[in-house]
């Protein structure tokens, strides 16, 4: 700490304003918007951390190693493939604008002035840029392991997920956030309600089609079988953790520290998850009899994903609506998947895909700037790529690889055959 | 994150400084001031994941899923009705000052000035004001949770916590920090160890001496069982969590970024629930003959609702002591309590009131400018109002839902009859 | 809140710039320096939390109170010996400059300026740097407590914690970061690789020297019996958490908030732990024939650790090149002591002493203006003196005290004995 400095350009143009008050003013700046933007970015490494908890605890004791590895794994991922290729698929510079692809080399280039770049709503340094969008990255993947948990085997998760989060979700990035065909139509997706959340949900409902249900979900001719979580207080930390970094992951997305914006857009994104509990707590309630918690768990998240797209524009009170509706919609939703007995065993399609598509597509309702067929546009086609390649990935790896577990290791749980242990050993006492 | 600012004002003044720099400087005063109280407020939302974990930890297995329910629900609750009347019974406005209550309407009302409000010391938006008090709301309710545990009926309890923390909590809010006759009278309660601890301790009070004690708990003639928690482990992540958003409860009731005053409160909180942790280990170590997790646990929490009241206005060294006092305290008066017949699965009472009024009154004691007769005429009359509304709350519930669930019920546990699961499957290995 | 500031000085100079616009603008920038460094000090406070939940999921159910007891204590511990002689040997003024020992008298001791205090690489106040600097005091014994975990008595243990981090951890810390011999002969070692996680990892070192193996972990003549963590859930939560504060560990010893330093220090913090996790786990999927969850939370930690000492000055292509091959040396480290039949419940050797050594080296490898020769020197002294100190307070503890728990009681377990209370009660339903 006493040494620091060395490589790094040592006393910032703020240290010496040396007679320009205006630039001193704006190196200021850009110190305010860099520390919101990095606590931000904090923020949304936790969620990591709420993923493996609330899919960990909303599975089977038997495969939470195999859970809590793989969402371990996707950071590591994410990360390394965004600092790889992913950072310049999805920012691929303006000689790409308005494209659908563009590329700008492997490997991270900061530019000159790196660590004083100014972006489009403010600034904030180059290497802040690049961490915030990396800890986007692996959400999407992240997304896809909660519907594929308890069968899909290790090998072929991670190199599902190694492509999806290197490949697909920095082209759909770039097509909105990268000055791609969809910004350019006039598509609004503030944090990613459809471009991080959609993009992970397609690739969940194409892996859960793929795979086909755990064994004994589903019983000839009607019966739907639940199979409950393991342990709700997990589930619950996971809920509660994704929401406190969803302050970051929305709060972040102003890219800048404007006092108006990003404390608009915490409401907002309070709000939606308050009102996402609400009504999936009431309607569990009034369907299944008593109120079910991993139901009121998903509203919130159900909720919290709604507003996402939207959480710039829309008042509190719309987000109040937007979170209340989306509680509703994500039971509703669940039940009918399991009808259709298409298994995702903690619920991310309904939360992501379903709620990601309804808030997208809800700002282009509520908001009168902005094109409700745009919104539908860009939902279709980010689904449309997404479950396409999905789909693609997963299925050439069943050519090759195999994508299930045996029927032996599913009914053993994962952890004993893929990783050699177990999650838990609690009645050990000598 | 493209297409950011689409309603909100764009451009903020201290972009365009245009000529004024002290105009410029007061904008950028906003942009950190602000940071920090959204920083502070995300902190508060972790306390929420803190009290549903503790609680959850130190109760019995069989009532974990109603618990983590009631906590999840009543941060929903908490957040929509304070933006629904409470911050407009909290802060009605200077026409009530010096008053006992006052409402400025339903709904939220943002001025013109909305994005650079000015208040009182220092500057930062409207909507972080609202965020930042509606964290605070829930935990009254919250705290009130804990006392009623493992033998309360779910309905009767959301229905209370919305009452208690749509208008209890919000009215005695205003007599201190909304400018009513407590802050008119010089009482001296900085962060709310009396309006908010207090609030929700004479709260558990009522509700644990309505419900009564839980079955087997105390048998004749003199005889206390032991009902110890079910996971020490989810005990001490609330504990922690707790202590890691208590800093932003402290640190953003400075309601500003100034330098000395947040460094200050912060090292007051990290000091007081270091001392609590201590003399509460040694007492119990003394008394009990071997030192208890679940004391030391409730020493911190303790030395922390003790130093909330004056973390402004004590030095370091008082914080030590009052946080080494405070350990103590809660101590004895858990074990007190129990001598009483008074069950409190959680220590919540001992925690919040008597910990909050202790470190309320030390303030008079501790701090020449402060009168100790005004500490204790605040702390009693929020403790009269307080203990009064939830009685009578309590009482109207049990005369027409009922409070308390049927002797079956609360001896199968709480899950499966009023939700139907468990919270925990951990044998199932096939 | 309403009544802020009664001892504190109220309206700091920016409030009012008086016709000064270079005083403004510096107070301004002490303002957004202290909020961030306030920000990193509550993120390392979360640390501890990681400590805990990682040292508990990675040992044996029946020691859990134990461990969450001696980790809640340490937090105590070293925040309260901090403030009454660590900072003052850690800092002792400019007289010793060079030095090897020095004091600035017992309790904290804040200048006049305490609150506009200027640093050498940036401002913020007194208060911030001592809380900073406290929260990093407890990690050292902390660490220790890893490795001693499951026999070690715990009034013994909280005594050598007390002075260990009371005496040891500032000492060494002074010869680095408060001005003493080893900074003014050039040694870099930026948040602590070496002068933190070195002196816990020597101190771990010790303890597992002098207590020996927990009973049946060898067997002879070559059986090496594992002892497998009781839950894997909550060691993911510590790793996850470590990671989390690690990015104030790191960003908060830029002890500014300049937006280059800070920015780049988190990139190489998340590069860092990401590269540790691939080869982790790759290099046990290859030795042990499956891929174990807790070798890849260690290589995530490894890797972390690996990085911090160069956080500053290595670029991130460097880093995950750093994190890569901690991942490795981190298994094989465990693997190593296992065969020397040193016994280290967690890999706390591991992780701290053996990728603590290895990133401090590199850095002298890596940046051509470091002293390789410098960086083994200071390795060497902090490490002799560590484990030096340890050792003889760990030989004095067992000729006075005793420092091991009796045979039966560690069959039983720690949590009966040392506690008289268990972590779990899962199987209680009525």
């Known amino acids: 700490m006493f040494f620091a400095g060395l490589l790094l350009t040592p006393g910032a143009a703020w240290a010496n304003p040396e007679g320009d008050p205006e630039q001193a003013l704006q190196a200021l700046e850009l110190l305010v ?36 590895f793989k969402n371990l794994c996707v950071v590591a991922i994410g990360l390394l493939t965004y600092a790889g290729v992913g950072f310049s698929l999805m920012y691929p510079g303006e000689a790409f604008a308005g494209g659908v692809i563009g590329f700008a080399g492997f490997g991270l280039q900061p530019p000159a002035d790196a660590e004083t770049f100014a972006y489009a709503d403010g600034a904030y340094t180059y290497w802040t840029d690049f961490l915030f969008q990396g800890m986007f990255a692996a959400t999407a993947a992240t997304i ?42 006039g598509f609004h997706d503030f944090a990613g309600s459809t471009v991080v959340h959609g993009v992970g949900g397609w690739g969940a409902l194409a892996g859960a089609i793929v795979l086909g249900p755990r064994l004994g979900k589903y019983r000839e001719p009607f019966a739907i079988v639940p199979i409950r979580g393991h342990s709700m207080p997990l589930a619950t930390v996971g ?95 669940v039940m009918l998947f399991d009808r259709l007995r298409l298994d995702d065993p903690v619920g991310a399609i309904s939360v992501h895909l379903v709620c990601g598509a309804w808030g997208t597509v809800a700002v282009g309702v ?65």
Chains 1, 2, 3 share one sequence.
């Not at 309630?285 to 829309?314: E, F, H, R, Y």
């Open 33 to 68: 918007n860099n520390v919101w933007m990095l606590v931000a970015t904090v923020l949304v490494f936790a969620m990591h951390l709420g993923f493996a908890t609330l899919e960990a605890g909303l599975t089977q004791a038997k495969n939470t190693v195999n859970i809590l």
């Open 144 to 185: 896809v392991s909660g519907a594929v948990a308890e069968r899909a085997r290790l090998d072929a998760f991670l190199i599902f997920s190694t492509l999806f989060v290197a490949l697909v979700y920095p082209i759909v990035g770039m097509w909105q956030w990268g000055g791609g065909w969809l910004a350019a139509r």
């Open 239 to 333: 809920t509660f953790l994704l929401w406190f970094g969803w302050f970051g992951f929305n709060g972040g997305s102003v890219l800048s520290a404007e006092a108006g914006a990003i404390s608009r857009v915490l409401v907002v994104t309070a709000l939606g998850g308050a009102g996402g509990i609400v009504t999936a707590a009431a309607t569990s309630w009034q369907v299944q009899g008593k109120p079910d918690l991993s139901m009121a768990l998903n509203g919130a998240l159900g909720g919290l994903v709604a507003v996402t797209a939207g959480a710039d524009v829309i008042s509190p009170g719309q987000a109040v609506l937007l979170g209340l509706s989306a509680g509703t919609v994500v039971v509703v939703a």
């Open 366 to 430: 509520l908001v009168p700037e902005v094109s409700l067929v745009g919104q539908l546009v860009g939902v279709g086609a980010v689904g449309a790529f997404s479950f396409a390649s999905a789909w693609g990935l997963f299925w050439a790896l069943e050519r090759t690889l195999g994508i299930r577990v045996g029927a032996d290791e599913e009914r053993r749980g994962l952890d004993i055959d893929e990783h050699g242990s177990e999650a838990y050993l609690l009645g050990r006492m000598s």
